[in-house]
C-alpha cells in the first residue's frame, strides 16, 4: 500500500480500490493533514470488499435509537503511515431482526464454523 502523505496519495488510495473493481463509497472524508481518511458505502457487500481490500484489522458495532429508528453502525479500521482509515456502514434494523445485532460477521473467505 503507497505512503499516504498528501492528500493526492490518499484519493490514489480510492482509486486504485475503485480501479479493482470496488464501488465508489457514496461519501468520503478526509481530514486535513491526511490523518484520517473515511469511507461511507451503501451496503454490507461494499464493506465486506472495503475492508478485505484495505485489510481492516479492527472492527467494531455500535447500535442506536435514532429517533425511533434503530440503526446498526458497522466501521473496520486500519492504520496506514500514522493515517487512520475507516470504512462506515450504517444499516436501518427493526426490532424483530434482534440476533443480528448481536453477530459480528466474520471476513469474507473466512471459515465458517
Known sequence: MTELATRAQAFGLIAEGVTAGLSAPWRLYLARGCRYLSLSVGDRDEWDAWRTHLGCPELSVRVYDAGGEIRRASVAEVIVDGCRISVELVEEVSTAD???????????GADER
Open 98 to 108: 434482534l440476533e443480528r445485532l448481536l453477530v459480528i460477521e466474520p471476513l469474507p
